[in-house]
């Protein structure tokens, strides 16, 4: 259960960048609104599955799953760049994300 906690917080974390850069500095209230109620509902979700998790991995695996996400989406929904150092960034977190899980933490 703690994975499926951990991947919806992701979402929800994601949700988090999206309305923060469309909120405009929190001067728009419903974007400002759903920043904060995005990320209310992520770190909820993140401290149910640190029940389970580490820390540090659960963390790390949280803001690492979630900042690949959002560049994706900033790539194929708003017109943002995915040059080659954005990619090898990617597949960077990616295997540190993989070799956290490989340490045996979970």
């Keep these: ?10 979402v929800f974390e994601i949700a988090v960048a999206i309305a923060a850069g469309k909120a405009q500095g929190f001067t728009r209230p419903a974007w400002t609104a759903a920043t904060l109620v995005s990320g209310g509902i992520a770190t909820y979700l993140l401290s149910l599955a640190l029940l389970t998790f580490d820390v540090g991995v659960g963390y790390a695996i949280w ?9 994706v989406l900033g790539a194929l929904f708003f017109g943002q760049r995915l040059g080659w150092r954005k990619l090898l960034g990617i597949v960077a977190v990616i295997v540190g994300v993989v070799g956290l899980q490989l340490s045996g933490a979970v």
Excluded: P, R
Excluded at 1 to 10: D, N, Q, R, S, T
Excluded at 63 to 71: E, H, L, P, Q, R
């Design 1 to 10: 259960m703690h994975w499926f906690y951990l991947g919806i917080a992701v």
């Design 63 to 71: 803001t690492s799953v979630a900042g690949v996400g959002i560049v």
